[in-house]
């Protein structure tokens, strides 16, 4: 349960670290504090592999008197009951600006939180900031971001060299990180992941087909060599997996 701004001002500073911690339904306002922008990674997904990582969230916060404290929680579920948090490493203040960005560093550790796959996919940030004349502003999700599985893909193309208008054939691994424990896995059966292919002298590569992963994550398919180039899987990802894209496999048509 949430203390009340004005009890939580009597308290102090040290007694606030508790309000990290997800633990009542309803966003709270008390006079004129308040948050006005929850900015998670720079905007771009969280992606996690098999190592922790940490990763910054940054909470705008305004009152006219100033900020005593801001902090913020990363969740996944439902604020009542979430199947994952993530306290911040340190919460920001006190502060005499009346307008401040705190830049809060939260560590995502695989195998504890997350602590498997099945916590992948969209995340929830809950803030709070409170001023020092007992204002304050408590919001259940003032953000959303996705939590990918780092993904991984490999490329083969064989034969090399090849003689023109002979077949090729270009294979592919896609893997994901297993978070709960530690490694990676081949992807699901039926995941689209586009061969692409550069021409030698060209800086744009464009997509040859579309292919579906096997159910051990490989990709294989054949064309027909016409000339010179470096060909490439690229996988486009989904709100649980990063994408990616191989390295570059180049080929000599003779």
């Not at 009542?24 to 306002?29: G, L, N, Q, T, V």
């Not at 006005?36 to 996690?48: E, F, R």
């Not at 990918?148 to 060299?161: F, I, K, M, Y």
């Amino acid at each position: 349960m949430r203390m009340n701004s004005a009890v939580a001002v009597a308290c102090g500073v040290v007694a606030l670290s508790a309000l990290a911690v997800p633990a009542a339904s309803a966003d709270e306002r008390f006079g004129d504090t308040d948050i006005t922008a929850v900015v998670v990674n720079d905007g771009a997904p969280v992606v996690l592999g098999t190592t922790a990582r940490t990763v910054t969230v940054e909470v705008t916060a305004s009152d006219p008197s100033g900020l005593e404290q801001i902090n913020a929680t990363l969740y996944r579920g439902s604020y009542d009951a979430p199947t994952a948090a993530v306290a911040s490493d340190a919460a920001c203040g006190p502060t005499a600006a009346t307008s401040t960005t705190c830049t809060l560093t939260f560590t995502l550790t695989p195998g504890t939180a997350p602590a498997d796959g099945s916590q992948a996919g969209t995340w929830n940030v809950s803030a709070y900031a409170i001023a020092p004349d007992s204002d304050a502003v408590f919001l259940d999700s003032a953000a959303t971001f996705p939590l990918q599985r780092a993904s991984s893909l490999t490329v083969d193309a064989t034969p090399e060299p090849v003689k023109r208008g002979r077949t090729l054939t270009v294979k592919g691994d896609v893997r994901h990180a297993d978070w709960a424990t530690g490694t990676s896995v081949a992807a699901a059966a039926g995941e689209p992941v586009r061969l692409q292919f550069r021409k030698a002298g060209s800086s744009t590569y464009c997509t040859v087909r579309t292919v579906l992963t096997a159910a051990d994550g490989t990709v294989s398919t054949t064309v027909r060599a016409g000339t010179d180039g470096t060909y490439r899987w690229s996988y486009a990802g989904t709100n649980e997996t990063a994408g990616a894209v191989s390295e570059g496999d180049f080929v000599d048509v003779r």
